[in-house]
C-alpha cells in the first residue's frame, strides 16, 4: 500500500511537474523547429566547405527557400561580399564579435564599391565587422577623404546583431528596407548613417571621429525620408554616442526626414545645436529630429534648434518600439529570434578595437541608383560641399 501510495505520488508530482512547464516546453521544442537551418562553412585553410564568404553565398540557390546558416572562422577577410535579392534567408554568422572582419578599399563609386552589399530580404548577419579601408582608419593613410561605403543594404526583414561598421564618410549606406541593428557599432565622421531605412538600431555604439575633419563639424545621419506617408526613418533608442571632434546629429537628405535618438547617452562630441537643416531651411516643419528622455554630457537641449521636433507619448511608443519595423513578427520567425529578444546587455563601447587594429594591416548592385531614393545626398539639387577640400562628401 506504502509503495502504491509513493508510486501515485510520484506520478502526480511528474504530472504536476509536466503541466507546470508545458509551455516552456512547448516554446523550447517550437525554438529547436525554428532553429533547424542548414550550415556550411568558411575556412580560408581550407577545413571548410568553402574558402571565402563570397564563394558561400554563391553556393546558395536562386530563390532559396531555407534559412542557410554561413559560419565563418575567425578572422580577416579581404574580399568583396554580396548577398544578391534572389538569394534570401542567409545567416553570415562570424566568429567572436571583432574577431571576423571584412574589409575592402573601393570608393567614389557608392553603388558598386560598398565593402559588404545586401539585397536580399530576410538576411540575417551576426559578429562580423565590415571595413572599407580607403581612408580608415584616417591615421594610418593619406587618402583623400571620399564616399567609402562600408555596407549597403536594401534588402527588407534585415537583422544585424553584435556586428560593426567602420568607415569616415557614409559608412553606412541604410538603403530602404525595415532593419534592425542591436549591440551594433558604426563608426565614421559624415553623413556615416544615410539613406531611406525604416530602422531601429537598439543598444548600438555610435562612434563619432569628428577630429579627422580637421576642425568642421561631422554629421552622424542624412535620413531619406520624403514624403508625410513615407514610413521609413532612423530610431536611436538605449545607444551610446561617443567619440572626438564636434558632430550634429543629423541634416535631411530628403525634405521629410526623420531621425529619433530616444534614451541615449550622449558624450560631448554632440553640437549644442544638434542638428542642421541642411538644403532645406525654411522646411523644417517637416523634418521630425527629436531627442527624448537622452543622458550625457552632449544631451543638453537648451541650446537646440527651435523647430527641433516636440513628440508625444503615444508618438514615441509607435516609433521607438519595436513594431515600428516588425507589425507583423517576422523577427520571431528568424533563427536569431531568441538571443535578440532576450539580449539586454548594455553595448561595449570598446568592442570595436581589434578591427581598427585589423584595418591597419592591411558586385554590381539591383538597387536603380538612378531613383532619386538611392542618389548620394552630395547629388541633391543645390547641393553643397562640406569644404572645398571634400570629394562629394555631401551638402
Known sequence: MASFFCKTLVFFFMGFVELGNARYISDFQWKQQKMKYTTVYVDPSGHGQFKTIQSAIDSVPQNNQN???????????????????????????????GK??????????????????????????????????????????????????????????????????LGLQDTLWDVQGRHYFKLCTIEGAVDFIFGNGQSLYESCTISVNARALEGLTGFITAQGRSNP????????????????????????????????????????????????????????KQLTFAEESCKGMGSSTSKRVQWEAKLSQQELQQLTSLSFIDNEGWITKQPLKMDILNQNDPTDVNTHASAVAAAGGVANTSVDINNPLCLHPSDNPGAMLVSSPFNRIGY
Not at 67 to 95: D, F, H, M, S, T
Not at 142 to 159: E, F, L, Q
Not at 251 to 273: H, K, L, Q
Open 229 to 284: 506617408k513615407d514610413e521609413s526613418g532612423f530610431i536611436f533608442k538605449n545607444c551610446n554616442v561617443i567619440g572626438s571632434g564636434q558632430t550634429f546629429l543629423g541634416r535631411p537628405w530628403r525634405d521629410y526626414a526623420r531621425v529619433i535618438f530616444y534614451g541615449c547617452n550622449m558624450s560631448n562630441v554632440i553640437t549644442p545645436e544638434g542638428w542642421t537643416a541642411g538644403v532645406y531651411v525654411g522646411k523644417e
Open 67 to 97: 534559412w542557410i546558416c554561413i559560419n565563418i572562422k575567425a578572422g580577416q577577410y579581404r574580399e568583396q561580399v554580396k548577398i544578391p535579392r534572389e538569394k534570401p534567408y542567409i545567416y553570415l554568422k562570424g566568429g567572436d564579435q
Open 100 to 165: 571576423t572582419s571584412v574589409t575592402w578599399d573601393a570608393h567614389d563609386s557608392i553603388a558598386t564599391d560598398a565593402t559588404f552589399t545586401s539585397e536580399a530580404d530576410n538576411t540575417i548577419v551576426e559578429s562580423i565587422t565590415f571595413i572599407n579601408s580607403y581612408n580608415y582608419p584616417p591615421k594610418s593613410n593619406n587618402n583623400p577623404r571620399v564616399v567609402a561605403v562600408a555596407a549597403m543594404i536594401s534588402g527588407d526583414k534585415s537583422v544585424f546583431y553584435r556586428c560593426e561598421f
